[in-house]
């Protein structure tokens, strides 16, 4: 079975300062990782995926993660915060088979402090 | 660039009754999923069907849920008798073939049951 931790439901950052959201995974075969943004009022869109090619992975809006196998986490960063970065943060997981279902973690809402 | 369409937005029942929840696919996608988020809780997988025919469903997804794909386009959610509990946000999802496909998601459709 797979599953995601995400550790802090909020986080506030100052506008540019460092993103991160942080992000564990579980699972008892090697996963597919992602990371989905969620707007006010808005459907999920993937800001990046993992699937077991590079371990530094880059996505849109200028944010990036980094697989690490050995600490199970998948963390979401960004350099410099902009204020249309404030937003929920979901990690997902899926094992790559069958339907690959995404198993999705509680969420993270970003707070960009002007 | 193609998108995956929800109606209604915003639909509001009375415990009891029936609601059909309705998406559009991307039109050259396979494999079509219903999630659903409580308010302020992580954004839970239903169900995902593939070949006319339910791949996998959560323990949520009781004989009060149905899918169905009726007419090659649209991708539809049934709940035949809906609870309190049932209010949430419903989305859409599709994907590719190919096990690395990420999920194109809809804006999602807000059910209040009354």
């Known amino acids: 079975a797979q599953s995601v931790t995400q550790l802090g439901s909020h986080v506030s950052v100052s506008e540019g300062a460092l993103v991160l959201l942080r992000c564990n995974y579980s699972?008892?075969?090697?996963?597919?990782l992602f990371w989905y943004v969620q707007y006010p009022n808005q459907g999920l869109q993937l800001l990046l995926k993992?699937?077991?090619?590079?371990?530094l992975v880059k996505g849109i809006n200028g944010f990036e993660a980094e697989f690490k196998k050995s600490e199970t986490s998948f963390h979401l960063t960004k350099p410099s915060a902009h204020m249309s970065d404030a937003a929920e943060y979901f990690c997902?997981?899926?094992?790559?088979?069958?339907?690959?279902?995404?198993?999705f973690g509680t969420g993270t809402r970003l707070t960009v402090i002007p | 660039e193609p998108e995956v369409t929800q109606t209604p937005s915003h639909q509001v029942t009375q415990m009891g009754q029936e609601v059909i929840l309705r998406c559009v696919p991307i039109?050259?996608?396979?494999?079509f999923y219903w999630y659903r988020q409580i308010l302020g809780q992580k954004v839970e997988f239903l169900v995902s069907f593939y070949n006319n025919e339910i791949s996998e469903k959560s323990e949520i997804f009781d004989d009060q849920f149905s899918v169905e794909r009726p007419d090659g386009s649209n991708f539809t959610l049934k709940i035949r008798s809906t609870k309190l509990e049932d209010s949430a946000m419903y989305f859409c999802a599709s994907r590719t073939s190919g096990t690395t496909g990420e999920l194109f998601f809809g804006e999602g459709s807000r059910l209040t049951v009354l």
């Open positions: 997902a997981v899926s094992d790559g088979t069958g339907a690959n279902n995404l198993f």
């Open positions: 699972s008892s075969v090697p996963p597919y």
């Open positions: 039109s050259n996608h396979l494999y």
């Open positions: 993992y699937t077991s090619a590079a371990t």
